[in-house]
């Protein structure tokens, strides 16, 4: 007994098949960016709240180094550098993407280390810092085919 499809089967591959392909790690790339403005926003009002000895951290806590001021000041200032990649990331630059892998990977370790002020709320944001992670180093090679393809649209239509 033979079976047999009842549709035939093309042996080419049209463009817009992998067009597809090219669009899915651009919501990756908008969810890194918006990511990283929450965290650089979130971070630099813990990280203020911090620095002020905020009554809702928890009372006593010890560190493995430094002191709650102490690490405010980091979370601070990673939140001010996060909003800045954050902004990069949707200005589509490339260098942007690697500064945000570093100073995220750099957040989830000073939020593991400042568990004791706040612990359910560091590990939090340690896993949106590593979501945030998987989106710039998965899919952020579209930044730079992004913006290459934007260059040559521009150019159509200056040219025609």
Avoid at 25 to 35: E, N, Q, T
Avoid at 54 to 78: E, K, P, R
Avoid at 118 to 138: E, T
């Amino acid at each position: 007994m033979a079976v047999q499809s009842s549709s035939p089967v093309s042996g080419s591959v049209g463009y817009d098949d992998y067009a597809e392909d090219d669009d899915r790690g651009y919501g990756w790339i908008v969810f890194a960016g918006v990511l990283l403005l929450l965290l650089g926003t979130l971070n630099f009002i813990e990280g203020f709240a911090a620095i002020g000895n905020a009554h809702f951290f928890t009372a006593n806590a010890h560190y493995i180094t430094g002191s709650l001021n102490t690490w405010g000041w980091v979370v601070l200032c990673i939140g001010v550098i996060q909003w800045l990649v954050g902004v990069g990331v949707f200005v589509k630059n490339q260098f942007s993407r690697w500064v945000g892998v570093v100073v995220l990977a750099a957040n989830s370790i000073a939020q593991l280390l400042m568990i004791p002020a706040y612990p359910f709320w560091s590990l939090s944001i340690f896993a949106l810092d590593i979501l945030a992670i998987y989106g710039l180093i998965a899919y952020g090679k579209r930044i730079s085919s992004a913006r290459r393809l934007a260059r040559q649209v521009t150019h159509r239509q200056l040219a025609g």
